[in-house]
């Protein structure tokens, strides 16, 4: 096959804003109880930490794929302005392949304004463009590769996922699933589908809980109950208390790699991208787990999820340290 992985889904500006803020604990957002970022209604805020740079959930993880050699593919839409221009000079610069991105007159690249609270955590307000992902030629994405990664589906590149499902279906095609809050709240049963043929599928304890519509499981639980879906291996991960990871035989938790928090934007896709190329390059999933937490660690001390994505050298060289371990839970 031409690529070791080719990765579908949307490309982004972010705008990273850190201004002075309050964590709230008080209401319920879509009928959950939340916390918020909070800043005072109705004055001027001045913000002290401005950043630009680019993501997107598949973009993140493409990039980080070829940075650790793996041989990549980026599929995805475009438009004439000058942030789409920018982002195309990021994939080529990045030795991402760009054989299956397509440009739109007329059209523009979406952006994403990030909030970073004082915890380091933060809220992603995120205006999409509408794109036409139906000229995506799945055929050709296919014929190229046996490993697709999904992640980041909107309502513009929503349109992919039955043509991907019936084509992943017959022609026994590795799919490799991080599902979006889109695909969560659009048709829950379309998501299970897309679970039931995946290789690996990685989301967050929140959005585990929602897909299964129960309140404080038990982590086990939600692997077990995901793993019955279909996926050959689960990941979850549940922010600082670091990630689980189930494949029907051993239920395993991974912590934090130490590191100072600036934001956790992309740490998510960060790690999901590593252990898969760790796994391309024949690491156990012990060791997967480990260059992963690794990685992603080095991700949330910059602002961008790209920044701070290392390659295989000082990965391997931070592994040997041991400063992140894989327990049985």
Do not use: H
Request: glycine residues 8%; positive net charge.
């Amino acid at each position: 096959m031409k690529y070791q992985i080719i990765t579908i889904g949307g490309c982004l500006k972010d705008i990273f804003i850190k201004a002075p803020s309050e964590i709230l604990f008080k209401g319920k957002w879509m009928g959950r109880r939340r916390k918020y970022i909070a800043y005072p209604y109705g004055d001027k805020v001045s913000i002290d930490e401005l950043t630009y740079d680019f993501g997107g959930c598949s973009f993140n993880a493409a990039i980080n794929f070829s940075g650790l050699g793996i041989k990549t593919a980026f599929a995805t839409v475009l438009g004439d302005d000058s942030l789409s221009s920018e982002a195309w000079e990021r994939i080529k610069q990045k030795k991402v392949r760009t054989d299956f991105i397509k440009k739109e007159k007329n059209s523009y690249l979406g952006f994403s304004v990030v909030l970073i609270g004082e915890d380091g955590d933060r809220s992603i307000l995120t205006y999409r463009a509408k794109n036409d992902f139906s000229k995506i030629d799945l055929d050709k994405i296919l014929r190229s590769t046996d490993s697709i990664y999904l992640s980041g589906v909107n309502q513009s590149s929503g349109v992919l996922q039955d043509k991907l499902f019936n084509k992943i279906n017959s022609k026994k095609k590795k799919l490799y699933l991080n599902p979006s809050g889109f695909q969560l709240k659009q048709n829950k049963t379309k998501l299970k589908k897309l679970i039931s043929k995946s290789e690996v599928v990685a989301m967050n304890l929140n959005e585990a809980s929602e897909l299964l519509e129960v309140k404080n499981a038990k982590i086990k639980n939600v692997l077990g109950d995901i793993y019955d879906l279909g996926a050959k291996s689960i990941i979850i991960t549940n922010g600082k208390e670091g990630a689980y990871f189930y494949d029907g035989k051993r239920f395993l938790k991974i912590g934090l790699y130490p590191a100072k928090r600036i934001s956790s934007t992309g740490s998510g896709d960060c790690f999901f991208s590593t252990f898969i190329a760790a796994g391309f390059k024949g690491y156990s999933i012990d060791e997967s787990l480990k260059l992963a937490s690794i990685n992603s660690a080095s991700v949330i001390k910059n602002y961008g999820a790209q920044k701070g994505l290392l390659n295989w050298e000082p990965l391997i060289k931070r592994l040997k340290q041991n400063k992140v371990r894989v327990t049985e839970i």
